[in-house]
């Protein structure tokens, strides 16, 4: 009985444990072993989100950039101030009709004629002025005689006396008479040099021995008393180079310096000194104005272009390529290399640019390790490797 009963329960075991359920269970254990396996990911995944991280600089994630340096030195270079300007005549003289207004009959010089003091440039309608400067040299040739006769009369009377049969009152008249007639060759001839001197200004001439610069008289123009100037005249052929410098190298420079003036298409320079340096400084364009006197030369014609070059000082100065100097609304600056390998901002003054670079006038010795390109993209204070690569500049 006991043997039966054991191999029902067994019998009934195989029943409940077909093969569908042992495999659902497998199904569910692994589904929970997934569960969890997840479930401790995101954990951990949200551990190290919640934990800060570390700060990563630009140089450790890309490198610290890579610069070329240059070290100047310094090198023999001549301090010099450049500007630019214009050729004037020293002294320009407007020459006008400074009389009756007229009718232009004759010029006689043309822009560029060297001409004379006194020498006639043009000349006036006359027609009307002569004739009257001759009647009235006639009336004072007549009242020098009417004045002679007075007083050859008036001296007779005087000598006939009461004996002639004059009274007193006869020679007071005749006195009178000769005292009138003088008077009136003075007023004859005052009138005559009147007349005279606007028949004189007529003639349109040179006050000064010059040069004629422009012309604005033509033959049957009318030429109005105080109206445009006629001509133009260079005094005495003198010529200057007015030129507009920079504000800080007005102080550099003196009166009676030496002074090289180029004019465009002409290599040989014109040798001049500085006369004049402007006493005030244009509050817009920061300039002031400079003035060399030149020796005249035809080559010298007002109205040109020129440039103009002051040699200051010869010295030692650092010699720096242009693509190292960079210049903002703060003024022109380099980037130098320190000890500890970051850039630094050098303010520096730059003296000229010559062929062999840009001499610097002021700010650094020569000495310093200087960025030679592209300093543009960098920052004061930035780590940067410099390239030994390079060629080294002295």
Request: aromatic share 4%; proline share 5%; charged share 15%.
């Amino acid at each position: 009985m006991g043997a039966q009963l054991q191999e029902k329960t067994q019998a009934d075991v195989v029943v409940l444990d077909p093969p569908s359920a042992r495999a659902r269970r497998r199904w569910l254990y692994g589904a929970a072993g997934a569960v969890a396996v997840i479930a401790i990911a995101a954990a951990i995944w949200m551990s190290e989100a919640s934990a800060p991280k570390a700060v990563t600089t630009l140089a450790a994630q890309a490198g610290a950039p890579l610069v070329s340096v240059v070290t100047p030195g310094v090198q023999p270079v001549s301090t010099e101030v450049n500007f630019t300007g214009t050729i004037e005549a020293r002294h320009q003289l407007p020459i006008g009709n400074s009389g009756d207004t007229g009718r232009i009959v004759a010029v006689y010089v043309q822009v560029g004629d060297s001409v004379k003091r006194g020498q006639l440039l043009a000349k006036l309608d006359d027609s009307v002025l002569a004739p009257q400067v001759e009647q009235l040299t006639a009336s004072l040739a007549q009242a020098r005689a009417q004045a002679a006769l007075s007083a050859a009369e008036y001296r007779r009377g005087v000598a006939a006396g009461p004996a002639g049969g004059l009274s007193a009152q006869d020679i007071e008249k005749l006195q009178a008479a000769a005292i009138m007639d003088a008077a009136n060759i003075k007023v004859v001839a005052a009138q005559l040099a009147v007349m005279r001197a606007k028949l004189a200004l007529t003639r349109i001439v040179a006050p000064v021995d010059g040069v004629v610069l422009t012309r604005n008289a033509e033959v049957g123009q009318i030429a109005g008393s105080g109206g445009p100037a006629l001509f133009d005249l260079e005094d005495a052929g003198q010529v200057e180079m007015i030129g507009q410098i920079a504000e800080q190298d007005m102080t550099d420079l003196k009166v009676g310096q030496s002074a090289d003036v180029y004019l465009i298409g002409n290599s040989r320079p014109f040798v001049g000194h500085i006369w004049l340096l402007g006493a005030v400084i244009d509050p817009q364009t920061r300039l002031g104005e400079v003035r060399i006197a030149l020796t005249p030369d035809p080559a010298l014609r007002p109205g040109a272009f020129a440039r103009s070059s002051v040699t200051l000082a010869r010295a030692q100065r650092p010699v720096l390529p242009q693509t190292a100097v960079m210049a903002d609304s703060e003024g022109s600056y380099v980037y130098v290399i320190t000890a500890l390998g970051e850039v630094q901002r050098r303010a520096v003054r730059v003296g000229s640019v010559t062929p062999a670079g840009v001499v610097i006038a002021d700010g650094l010795t020569g000495h310093e390790r200087v960025v030679s390109m592209d300093g543009g993209f960098l920052h004061s204070g930035e780590q940067v490797t410099v390239d030994v690569t390079a060629a080294p500049q002295s």
